[in-house]
């Protein structure tokens, strides 16, 4: 399993199919403003290979001491073999002084989708995560926030969204 940074057109093209398939259009970000945010190095983009051939994808929204797991997706031919829990553990590996943080559907009120909520949460709590007890509204969707680190407090989140898009943007 390899995680590449993702600059070539192809890997471009195969990522955002992926994207537009693996998550709701509520939930996803203009796929430009993802680009526009690695370019200004405020985001990366990560290919991820697995003998040789495109497996899935992560993109990360950072500032200096905190970065988001935006987006993790599998290919389905690749699913349920263990390559998301290598790449979390990767990504926790590789960040492991930073304040991490993922952003998942809320598991507290009903939904026709509980079952599958309730498997990504249990999926990032067994690969490292914790819950911090922060809910947010992001977008109109409410979210629980995981992170690596049991200090993390919500201003550790926010400067990630402070850097990305300025001081005008809000979370609630």
């Excluded at 796929?31 to 945010?37: A, P, Y």
């Excluded at 500032?63 to 690749?78: R, W």
Aim: aromatic share 14%; with cysteine.
């Amino acid at each position: 399993m390899n995680l590449i940074s993702a600059k070539t057109k192809e890997q471009i093209l195969n990522i955002k199919k992926l994207y537009n398939k693996s998550f709701p259009p509520k939930e996803r970000k203009p796929f430009n403003l993802i680009l526009k945010f690695q370019a200004e190095g405020k985001g990366e983009l990560f290919e991820i290979r697995e003998d040789d051939n495109f497996a899935g994808f992560v993109v990360n929204t950072m500032s200096d001491q905190s970065i988001l797991l935006d987006y993790l997706a599998i290919s389905p031919e690749y699913q349920n073999q263990g390559l998301g829990s290598k790449i979390v553990k990767l990504w926790l590996e590789k960040y492991k002084d930073m304040f991490l943080f993922c952003e998942i559907e809320t598991t507290k009120k009903f939904s026709d989708n509980a079952e599958e909520r309730q498997r990504r949460k249990i999926f990032y709590l067994k690969n490292g995560f914790s819950e911090t007890r922060v809910n947010i509204s992001l977008w109109g969707v409410e979210m629980e926030l995981l992170s690596n680190r049991s200090d993390a407090v919500f201003e550790d989140y926010y400067e990630i969204y402070y850097n990305a898009y300025g001081k005008d943007y809000s979370i609630n």
